[in-house]
């Protein structure tokens, strides 16, 4: 099975699209299966500043790795409206994601490690939940990423989810670093869109790389 099908099959749909999911491929996306009229389809598609993609990381394929991120898996790229509710619909929500996965939504270009170019001197925004409560965070946070509603929106990379056995953990990935008002600003804005009134923390890649699980926040707000 091709890497990208077989990361897709990880995260069937939920349970009432199983009927409709049976007459498909394992792995095949519901609303890629039939094109619609040529011209119509066109009209009805409303493309995204930016094209986006999920990526998948097993905990059953983690636990095999030999170096961290070689499990990762890309599952669909998408750059309209439809195409996210499309893929949003028919992937699992953090809640029912399996303890030990991690689910990204990162911009199409920039792979979800420290080590890519782009995320290298960067860093991350966490906010912590509950396990099973973080399902409305995590879609208003890719809605407020793909809908461009951070001002400083180049800025991002992307978003991650980690589900853990107690918590799952979303975090936002940001370019610069060092460039504490931006970080800021967007850290503001985040906690603002998701009404998040609690303390959270800023942690450079950098910083997180040398000192692991004992990194500490370089900015908090
Ligand atoms: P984690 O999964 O984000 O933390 O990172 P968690 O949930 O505390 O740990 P887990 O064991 O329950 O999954 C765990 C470890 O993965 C980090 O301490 C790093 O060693 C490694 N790691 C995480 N990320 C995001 C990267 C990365 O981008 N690059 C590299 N090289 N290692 C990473």
Redesign the pocket.
């Known amino acids: 099975m091709a890497q990208e099908e077989e990361a897709a099959a990880a995260m069937r749909p939920a349970s009432a699209e199983e009927d409709r999911e049976e007459d498909r491929e394992e792995g095949e996306i519901e609303g890629e299966e039939a094109e619609p009229a040529a011209g119509i389809h066109h009209q009805q598609l409303h493309p995204l500043e930016y094209a986006w993609k999920f990526w998948f990381d097993n905990p059953s394929l983690k636990s095999k790795q030999t170096a961290?991120?070689t499990s990762i898996r890309p599952v669909h790229t998408f750059s309209t409206v439809e195409d996210f509710w499309s893929l949003y619909n028919n992937i699992h929500h953090p809640s029912k994601l399996v303890v030990g996965a991690?689910l990204y939504c990162f911009k199409d270009t920039i792979e979800p490690?420290?080590?890519d170019p782009v995320c290298q001197n960067g860093g991350n925004w966490t906010i912590n939940c509950p396990r099973g409560k973080s399902d409305t965070m995590w879609l208003y946070t890719l809605l407020a990423m793909i809908g461009e509603q951070f001002d400083n929106g180049d800025e991002i990379c992307g978003a991650v989810v980690?589900v853990?056995g107690k918590q799952e953990r979303i975090s936002i990935w940001t370019k610069n670093a060092a460039n504490e008002a931006t970080q800021l600003s967007i850290g503001k804005q985040w906690k603002e869109m998701l009404d998040y009134n609690e303390q959270i923390g800023f942690i450079f890649h950098d910083d997180?790389k040398k000192l692991?699980?004992s990194v500490k926040s370089k900015y908090t707000i």
Request: no cysteine; aromatic share 18%; glycine share 18%.
């Open positions: 961290w991120g991690d490690k420290w080590e980690n853990r997180a692991g699980r």
